[in-house]
């Protein structure tokens, strides 16, 4: 069981570059979020995915695209990278138990625009 | 527009010590408020959350207060530790259907605690 894994752990872009960061949950999880942060802004999120074969958008969503492969899988592509873009970046996935939630976060994928 | 608002930014305890750490909103549709801490170099991890319908929750050393007239919540860290030193991280989420769906969390900006030995 290992929880929510994110690929890469690092990555420097150039402007214009593209890429996808890769995320993958072993728990059966429904939900799967995409968030991105920031020093001083805590977490906001970017995409989420409430079940396989649905996402919305969500704070901050402009220069991202999502897919939900599968139950498992949740992909953030950026298309044309930004030096804005550079940041810290987390998948977590999440199951409601009743009035409360399970929810794991993946270790994050640090990027960085030049 | 930061939908939850935290302070303060960074505090400093000494072992032993009670750390508390206040978050504000405004949206009266928000029904979930969990913390979350995270260490350096990892991604953040679910403490402990309240419904507004109580007014405190406690799990060992880590309570919540919850004032929903003021529409307020705060985390108390009784008998601070150097263990405890990391970033915490308040966050609200309203769920029409119940938490039978996605749902967004809206996370305050962060507060770095130190635990001093």
């Known amino acids: 069981n290992a929880g929510v894994t994110q690929t890469p752990k690092f990555q420097v872009l150039k402007t214009g570059q593209s890429m996808t960061l890769q995320c993958a949950q072993d728990m059966n999880h429904n939900s799967m979020y995409w968030y991105r942060q920031d020093p001083g802004m805590g977490l906001r999120l970017i995409y989420y995915?409430?079940?396989?074969?649905?996402?919305d958008k969500g704070e901050v969503p402009n220069g991202y695209n999502v897919s939900r492969l599968n139950k498992r899988e949740f992909s953030l592509r950026l298309e044309s990278a930004a030096p804005s873009q550079t940041s810290v970046y987390f998948c977590?996935?999440?199951?409601?138990?009743?009035?409360?939630?399970?929810?794991?976060f993946g270790p994050g994928t640090r990027l960085t625009v030049t | 527009q930061q939908q939850v608002k935290q302070s303060p930014q960074s505090l400093i305890v000494q072992k032993g010590g009670i750390s508390i750490i206040n978050c504000a909103y405004e949206n009266t549709a928000f029904d979930y408020f969990p913390w979350y801490q995270q260490f350096p170099g990892k991604g953040p991890a679910l403490l402990i959350a309240?419904?507004?319908?109580?007014s405190e929750k406690k799990e060992g050393r880590f309570t919540i207060s919850f004032n929903k007239s003021a529409k307020q919540f705060s985390l108390h860290i009784m008998d601070s530790q150097p263990g405890d030193s990391a970033t915490y991280f308040c966050?609200?989420?309203?769920?029409?259907?119940?938490?039978?769906?996605?749902?967004?969390?809206?996370f305050g900006t962060g507060t770095s605690l130190t635990v001093i030995p």
């Open positions: 309240i419904r507004p319908d109580v």
């Open positions: 995915s409430a079940s396989e074969g649905t996402t």
């Open positions: 966050a609200a989420s309203s769920d029409p259907l119940g938490g039978r769906t996605g749902n967004q969390f809206y």
């Open positions: 977590a996935s999440l199951r409601w138990q009743g009035s409360s939630y399970e929810q794991y």
